[in-house]
């Protein structure tokens, strides 16, 4: 695997590429990611783009089920050969199940299991005492490709901001936003009107 392709590109403006500024704090378990705001013009229309399936994006619904993590690292790694973007596939695979198991653990958690559910079916949402809406709204990948640029996005119905544990080089898992932050460009995370997307950015050589 390559590490973070440590490039800019005055087309998206990106700014800075480290992720998201977090205090490191040793006495906290893990830290709140903060959203992502004030992001340059072009990557804010992307991110936008992204979540509104507009122009060339593609998208993979992921099941609540744990194969759904391969589908998708499969379904990503699909799209970068049509693509002929054969470079980016080890970063592009790492993240893409990165932030799908994590969408599953966080957010699938009230549709797991439940006989019958192959999906995660439409929820009510707004309902004080069900603020998952029963059964979260489905997962979904996203992805485009712009030249030379590949923009990834997670969407899920939990509004709750992905948390940065403290790394534990022992432990199996925990290490997760970690990776996304460490393969990809530039990373971050949007409230939606029914949950959040969680994107990485990724550049061709």
């Known amino acids: 695997m390559t590490s973070r392709q440590a490039h800019d590109d005055t087309r998206w403006e990106l700014g800075p590429l480290a992720g998201p500024a977090v205090p490191r704090d040793h006495a906290v378990h893990s830290t709140p990611i903060p959203e992502s705001c004030?992001?340059?013009?072009?990557?804010?229309?992307?991110?936008?783009?992204?979540?509104?399936?507009?122009?060339?994006?593609?998208?993979?619904?992921?099941?609540p089920d744990p194969e759904s993590v391969t589908e998708a690292?499969?379904?990503?790694?699909?799209?970068?050969?049509?693509?002929e973007l054969p470079e980016l596939a080890d970063d592009v695979g790492l993240v893409v199940s990165e932030l799908v198991t994590n969408a599953l653990r966080h957010s699938g958690r009230a549709a797991c299991g439940r006989p019958g559910d192959d999906v995660?079916?439409?929820?009510?949402?707004?309902?004080?005492?069900?603020?998952?809406g029963s059964a979260?709204?489905?997962?979904?990948?996203?992805?485009?490709?712009?030249?030379?640029w590949l923009l990834c996005g997670i969407m899920d119905a939990s509004p709750t901001?992905?948390?940065?544990?403290e790394p534990d080089y022992i432990a199996e898992t925990g290490r997760g936003l970690h990776l996304v932050e460490s393969f990809s460009v530039r990373w971050g995370w949007r409230t939606l009107s029914h949950g959040k997307v969680?994107?990485?950015?990724?550049?061709?050589p």
């Open 38 to 63: 004030d992001l340059p013009p072009r990557l804010d229309a992307a991110v936008t783009a992204l979540t509104e399936l507009a122009g060339a994006t593609v998208s993979f619904t992921v099941r």
């Open 73 to 83: 690292r499969h379904f990503a790694l699909s799209r970068l050969s049509d693509w």
């Open 120 to 132: 995660h079916r439409e929820g009510v949402y707004d309902d004080p005492a069900d603020p998952l």
């Open 136 to 148: 979260p709204s489905a997962i979904r990948l996203r992805l485009v490709h712009q030249k030379p």
């Open 161 to 165: 901001a992905p948390r940065r544990k």
């Open 198 to 204: 969680v994107w990485a950015l990724f550049r061709s």
